[in-house]
């Protein structure tokens, strides 16, 4: 059998886009949660990366189910995302209670360790979004050091503000000029999850919704231990570390998920 170049890309493509398409999701609450493992994930992303196909990523936590099922232009976002993954033991849980089936625990920190690793070996640029100038700084150091082939294509820390039209129309123009493949967007939720949904289309990659992840990458926050993390409780880790920036964020939240999980839960099996 014969193949054109033609007919060879025509593969290809077919092959990046469907790589999420395919992907089996399942609604937790308000959102449909992307049932896939590490590994296939970082294929998927990377495929898209590879051909600077718009696409977004979110990664889901207790937290950002609760922001969608108060909000529904955030569950609209998040729904619409390209990849919704399952960034948190509960949701693990919540899989496992509602459908019986297994879904690993997809880190948001393994997974950037694991994009930044793909792009050094891959060729692919890199942008980050987000955060301040310090924190940027050293995470291009952090890069460089770890990624030493890493190309990083460029960084911006926009204003808390809203952009203006002008503003927004130079973010655009930076990050698709700049080849970037990979988009790290570092706003917060439901923040980055909004901007994200707003820019796909106009920028030409992968964007990812990564957090407060970059001060962890950096070793400025501490990361919970891998024990706390397999057993749900990186978010009390992360309380002890800020009890007064999370106390109250993490008492209502985590009671609102537990509510909201067993109505789905003794609705779906009445």
Same mark, same amino acid.
């Given at each position: 059998?014969?193949?054109?170049?033609?007919?060879?890309?025509?593969?290809?493509?077919?092959?990046?886009?469907?790589?999420?398409?395919?992907?089996?999701?399942?609604?937790?609450?308000?959102?449909?949660?992307?049932?896939?493992?590490?590994?296939?994930?970082?294929?998927?992303?990377?495929?898209?990366?590879?051909?600077?196909?718009?696409?977004?990523?979110?990664?889901?936590?207790?937290?950002?189910?609760?922001?969608?099922?108060?909000?529904?232009?955030?569950?609209?976002?998040?729904?619409?995302?390209?990849?919704?993954?399952?960034?948190?033991?509960?949701?693990?849980?919540?899989?496992?209670?509602?459908?019986?089936?297994?879904?690993?625990?997809?880190?948001?920190?393994?997974?950037?360790?694991? &994009?930044? @690793?793909?792009? =050094? /070996? %891959?060729? #692919?640029?890199?942008?980050?979004?987000?955060?301040?100038?310090? $924190?940027?700084?050293?995470?291009?150091?952090?890069?460089?050091?770890?990624?030493?082939?890493?190309?990083?294509?460029?960084?911006?820390?926009?204003?808390?503000?809203? &952009?203006? @039209?002008?503003? =927004? /129309? %130079?973010? #655009?123009?930076?990050?698709?000029?700049?080849?970037?493949?990979? $988009?790290?967007?570092?706003?917060?939720?439901?923040?980055?999850?909004?901007?994200?949904?707003?820019?796909?289309?106009?920028?030409?990659?992968?964007?990812?919704?990564?957090?407060?992840?970059?001060?962890?990458?950096?070793?400025?926050?501490?990361?919970?231990?891998?024990?706390?993390?397999?057993?749900?409780?990186?978010?009390?880790?992360?309380?002890?570390?800020?009890?007064?920036?999370?106390?109250?964020?993490?008492?209502?939240?985590?009671?609102?998920?537990?509510?909201?999980?067993?109505?789905?839960?003794?609705?779906?099996?009445?």
């Amino acid at each position: 059998m014969f193949f054109t170049l033609q007919s060879i890309t025509i593969l290809v493509s077919q092959r990046t886009t469907s790589s999420y398409q395919n992907l089996v999701r399942h609604r937790v609450i308000s959102l449909n949660l992307t049932n896939a493992s590490h590994e296939t994930l970082v294929d998927g992303i990377m495929m898209n990366a590879a051909h600077r196909r718009s696409r977004t990523v979110c990664f889901a936590n207790v937290h950002m189910v609760v922001e969608a099922h108060l909000h529904s232009t955030v569950a609209s976002a998040v729904n619409k995302a390209d990849w919704a993954i399952t960034d948190g033991m509960p949701l693990v849980w919540a899989i496992k209670s509602l459908y019986g089936l297994k879904q690993d625990r997809v880190a948001g920190m393994d997974m950037i360790l694991s &994009l930044l @690793d793909r792009a =050094e /070996k %891959e060729n #692919i640029s890199i942008f980050f979004y987000g955060c301040t100038p310090d $924190v940027l700084q050293r995470v291009r150091q952090f890069c460089l050091h770890n990624f030493p082939s890493i190309k990083i294509a460029g960084t911006i820390s926009p204003p808390f503000r809203a &952009l203006t @039209d002008a503003e =927004e /129309k %130079e973010v #655009i123009e930076t990050i698709n000029n700049s080849g970037a493949g990979l $988009v790290f967007v570092a706003l917060g939720c439901p923040k980055q999850e909004l901007w994200m949904e707003h820019m796909k289309h106009r920028i030409q990659a992968v964007m990812l919704g990564i957090g407060g992840a970059l001060p962890m990458l950096i070793g400025e926050k501490k990361r919970a231990p891998k024990w706390i993390q397999r057993i749900g409780f990186e978010w009390l880790f992360r309380l002890v570390q800020e009890p007064r920036r999370l106390f109250k964020r993490y008492a209502v939240t985590n009671t609102l998920f537990v509510y909201f999980f067993l109505k789905q839960l003794i609705t779906q099996r009445s």
